[in-house]
């Protein structure tokens, strides 16, 4: 069963746990990888605000096209490898917090079938409004565990 309003919530909350945890990581340790080829901090933080922009698309395209066709972002691929570190993280946040309460009014404004509107994803086998922003409010928490596994590292190599 697809409980909306619980992910609305999710992604309604999700500034109120992330931008402390952002904050309390300190200014040494923000754009510090913890390896190569793995994120910092403030790249995390920063990645949270750049996917707004994905959701706001996916979102009008699935509403208005009765065939809609969703392309897979790959950060990894689609931008320059130091893209996240060279973002203003006072910026991003400020940004994050903005779309994130546009995004929620977005939401709330939905009716219960535009829960169920679908698009091929080829990456899953199945893909609608409900599961894109589930997986957005999941994503938050990913990102930020991440952040807190940096706060919280003692042995740095």
């Avoid at 069963?1 to 609305?8: D, F, L, S």
């Avoid at 793995?38 to 707004?52: F, G, I, Q």
Wanted: charged share 30%; aromatic share 8%.
């Amino acid at each position: 069963m697809q409980h909306p309003q619980a992910v609305i919530s999710a992604l309604e909350n999700a500034p109120a746990i992330l931008l402390p945890l952002i904050r309390e990581v300190p200014p040494e340790v923000l754009k510090r990888r913890p390896k190569p080829g793995k994120w910092s901090a403030h790249e995390h933080a920063c990645h949270l605000t750049a996917v707004h922009k994905l959701f706001f698309t996916r979102l009008d395209l699935m509403l208005r096209d009765p065939q809609p066709r969703i392309t897979p972002y790959q950060p990894d691929r689609d931008e320059r490898e130091d893209h996240l570190l060279q973002l203003d993280l006072e910026e991003s946040l400020t940004r994050f917090v903005s779309d994130r309460e546009r995004l929620v009014e977005n939401l709330q404004a939905l009716r219960p079938e535009d829960w169920n509107r679908t698009a091929e994803h080829p990456e899953y086998s199945h893909y609608s409004v409900f599961i894109m922003f589930r997986h957005l409010a999941l994503h938050d928490l990913f990102h930020g565990y991440r952040i807190e596994e940096l706060l919280l590292k003692k042995d740095w190599e």
